[in-house]
């Protein structure tokens, strides 16, 4: 079964209130309509919510979003992460 991405994130960033995120870079190739932004992803988990007790444990995790473009509409994206890395991290896993 499938979770919607609102759905999993949600899940992530309860347990993370000091979650940010600091963009690394953004590029546009504009001939396919595609924009590339990379970040990296920080945060804390001190809050309730997440599967295991608060760790207190930080995790510093990069990753990047392939968006294809229809007009001025999202049609595709892709989002390239090493999840595993980042609940490792945060104790998780």
């Known amino acids: 079964m499938s979770v919607p991405i609102c759905d999993w994130m949600k899940g992530l960033l309860t347990p993370v209130p000091d979650?940010?995120?600091q963009l690394t870079g953004f590029a546009l190739d504009e001939a396919r309509g595609t924009v590339v932004?990379?970040?990296e992803f920080q945060g804390t988990q001190t809050s309730e919510g997440g599967p295991?007790?608060?760790?207190?444990?930080?995790?510093?995790?990069?990753?990047a979003y392939v968006m294809q473009f229809d007009g001025?509409?999202?049609?595709?994206m892709t989002k390239i992460w090493n999840d595993v890395h980042a609940l490792r991290g945060l104790g998780w896993v």
Do not use: L
């Open 19 to 21: 979650r940010r995120y």
């Open 52 to 63: 295991v007790a608060p760790t207190g444990k930080a995790v510093a995790s990069e990753y």
């Open 37 to 39: 932004a990379a970040a």
């Open 72 to 76: 001025d509409k999202i049609s595709h």
